[in-house]
């Protein structure tokens, strides 16, 4: 029987009220993990989602809109923008690169997105990696009513190559508008864990010519996406200052990841309140950790001055009440883990299905020990005042 | 034939000059409860004290074990200076040397009395789970290992409280009234467990009790009253028959 072993059948011998205490703190433990992971994890994933852009020209209107509208397809486009407008950007001997985006059209609420096949052939979303067509697909013609759709689209809709399908007017899925073009699948994209695989690509023509289209929209796109050349690094702020503060017509998110970014720091006061209230869980889980030990020590004091007549000394006395406390702190630690798995894989899921965005649940965070160091610290603490009225335990007195 | 008064003070295990207990009341003293001028076991010796309830005999015992400590006096158990020792090294001192019976068992009730056995020898020895596994085979129990504590009867439980007293392998074993819950017929067969165990185990034994016929069943008897001057105001400690 060592001081561990004598701390875990204190621990079993209140089985129901250690469980609820350990309970707790697993809870605070996963709120923690989850506040302070996910946001680090989410703001790694969205800046390094920004597509391989550099910046994002849109109409008039939010940063954060455009971005959101253009990258990640998860949000209303503010408005249309000229197609002459699209043809000057990528004249502009700063872009190495512009593809249109086009969008207002869904299929069974999947995006479609209109836009040149050039993006899918020659851009690399990252260092180096383009896109890649599952075998026996192509990309789409220019003009043609053909369209490649993106990995988790194609498994959402069940649709693979020489499927057809028919289009519904607007973002969201309304069955009454259905257009009257019919669409062949030529092609499947591999999965690139990015945006690219939520939405269906159709030519952007084929946004702009839908049937019960506007007649502008034939001559405007949504916004264009852009990659500067390298080592034009002056080309951002030349651009800004073109079209964000001279000009009223249009508006470049630059760089493409900061407005997200930006949109992480807007809601930190939100960030900072869920830890708030994630510490106060711990804290009163921690509270519940004394009130279990503290009050269990009246009942127990004949207990402890039995070990004291068999020879414990008061500091070993001290280290087994330690012991239990930790130990509840513990196992609570090791629930609360587990549970941050489990509810973690599942957001992530989630995230992965709703936006495109890759979250990874066990990336090194400073969470993976702080969490842990902050609650044992707690649970030390937590698990004193009991300690010490162990420590005091007059052994002449409670021997009866 | 020269007297080897060295010799003589080797065999000692215990030996007890000028003892005085008195309880601090606020700033004043009580009167002494206990005022014992001299006793004294020998390595291997088996001893029973007898003395009424509240007459201090568990007071003496605390004091001889280090579970308190003496206002006044010497104890000295083996080589050991008791009342020179701190609190911890009394502790240690405990753990290692002195095994102890109480009355009311003081057994963990959600422990397995293999566990209450090797609670015994956890703060000093070193944890011998055969050598407890022996103990409860010895008193009986062997089919009673895994059982808990609040799972066995009032005699089965005083004697695992006796295995465990035996546990640390100790010098001295001191038995405070430990047949004070039992009936007659297992009050003799735990005082008789807990001689022959204290024999082939080589401790020495003090038992203390106000039951005549369990004094009566140890060959060295002694009245407390005829140690105990602060209760008698009179009188000294020698082992005699009573």
């Given at each position: ?9 204190g ?17 605070s ?6 506040v302070w ?38 949000d ?21 690169a ?5 969008v207002g059209?869904n299929?069974l609420?999947v995006?479609?997105?209109g836009?040149v096949?050039?993006y ?15 075998e026996g697909?192509r ?5 043609k009513?053909?369209?490649v ?5 194609a ?8 499927d ?18 019919i ?20 030519p952007?023509?084929g ?7 506007a ?29 964000n ?9 630059w760089p ?10 807007k809601?930190s ?21 004394t ?22 000394r ?28 489990v ?12 936006s ?29 005042a009991?300690?010490i ?12 | ?22 309880f601090r ?34 007071t ?9 400590t ?34 009311s068992?003081?057994l ?17 020895a ?10 409860l ?5 062997e ?28 010098k001295l074993?001191?038995?405070?009234e ?16 807990l001689?022959?165990l ?6 020495t034994?003090l038992?203390?009790?106000h039951?005549?016929?369990?004094v ?27």
């Amino acid at each position: 029987m060592n001081p561990f072993r004598i701390a875990a059948k204190g621990i079993l011998s209140r089985a129901v009220s250690s469980s609820v205490t350990a309970a707790s703190i697993a809870l605070s433990v996963c709120l923690l993990l989850l506040v302070w992971a996910f946001k680090a994890e989410a703001e790694r994933s969205f800046a390094s989602a920004d597509g391989g852009f550099d910046a994002v020209l849109g109409p008039r209107g939010s940063k954060l809109q455009i971005v959101l509208n253009a990258l990640y397809h998860i949000d209303d486009s503010p408005g249309l923008m000229g197609w002459s407008d699209y043809e000057q950007i990528k004249a502009s001997r700063a872009v190495s690169a512009a593809y249109p985006i086009a969008v207002g059209d869904n299929y069974l609420g999947v995006r479609l997105v209109g836009t040149v096949p050039e993006y899918l052939a020659d851009h690399k979303y990252r260092e180096g990696v383009g896109f890649e067509l599952e075998e026996g697909g192509r990309l789409f013609t220019g003009e043609k009513l053909e369209a490649v759709v993106g990995s988790q689209a194609a498994k959402r809709l069940g649709l693979g190559i020489g499927d057809t399908f028919q289009p519904y007017h607007g973002l969201i899925y309304d069955p009454q508008a259905k257009h009257q073009e019919i669409y062949s699948v030529v092609g499947v994209l591999g999965a690139t864990g990015t945006p690219a695989d939520r939405v269906i690509w159709i030519p952007v023509a084929g946004i702009q010519n839908m049937s019960g289209h506007a007649a502008a929209a034939a001559e405007s796109v949504n916004a264009v996406l852009l990659k500067f050349h390298e080592g034009a690094r002056t080309a951002g702020f030349q651009l800004d200052m073109l079209y964000n503060r001279r000009g009223d017509r249009l508006t470049l998110a630059w760089p493409a990841s900061q407005s997200v970014l930006r949109l992480f720091e807007k809601l930190s006061w939100f960030d900072l309140a869920l830890r708030s209230i994630a510490a106060l869980v711990a804290v009163i889980a921690a509270a519940g950790v004394t009130a279990t030990l503290y009050n269990s020590m009246n009942e127990r004091k004949r207990d402890i001055a039995v070990w004291r007549a068999l020879g414990a000394r008061r500091r070993v006395v001290f280290g087994i009440i330690t012991l239990e406390s930790m130990g509840i702190v513990l196992a609570g630690l090791v629930a609360g883990f587990v549970l941050y798995l489990v509810v973690g894989y599942a957001a992530a899921g989630l995230l992965r299905e709703r936006s495109g965005v890759v979250f990874s649940v066990l990336a090194p965070n400073s969470a993976f020990w702080g969490v842990p160091l902050g609650v044992l610290g707690i649970g030390f603490l937590a698990g004193l005042a009991p300690a010490i009225k162990a420590y005091t335990v007059n052994v002449t007195k409670d021997l009866v | 034939m020269a007297f080897d008064l060295k010799a003589c003070y080797q065999m000692l295990l215990l030996n007890i000059e000028n003892l005085e207990k008195k309880f601090r009341s606020g700033k004043s003293w009580s009167d002494p409860v206990l005022t014992v001028d001299s006793f004294s076991l020998e390595a291997g010796q088996q001893i029973a004290v007898k003395g009424p309830s509240g007459c201090g005999k568990t007071t003496f015992l605390h004091l001889i074990a280090g579970i308190a400590t003496a206002t006044s006096g010497t104890i000295r158990i083996g080589d050991s200076e008791l009342t020179d020792l701190s609190e911890a090294e009394r502790d240690q001192f405990r753990a290692k040397n002195i095994g102890y019976v109480f009355q009311s068992f003081h057994l963990m009730r959600d422990f397995t009395c293999l566990e209450n056995v090797e609670l015994g020898m956890s703060f000093g020895a070193t944890v011998d789970q055969e050598f407890a596994r022996s103990l409860l085979v010895r008193v009986g129990l062997e089919d009673r290992l895994n059982y808990r504590a609040s799972e066995l009867s009032i005699g089965q439980q005083q004697r695992v409280a006796v295995a465990r007293a035996l546990a640390n392998r100790p010098k001295l074993v001191l038995a405070d009234e430990p047949t004070g819950s039992l009936d007659e017929v297992a009050s003799r067969r735990v005082v008789s467990l807990l001689q022959q165990l204290c024999q082939e185990n080589g401790a020495t034994l003090l038992l203390v009790s106000h039951d005549r016929q369990v004094v009566d069943s140890f060959e060295e008897k002694i009245d407390f009253a005829n140690l105990n001057k602060a209760t008698l105001g009179k009188g000294g400690g020698r082992h005699e028959s009573v």
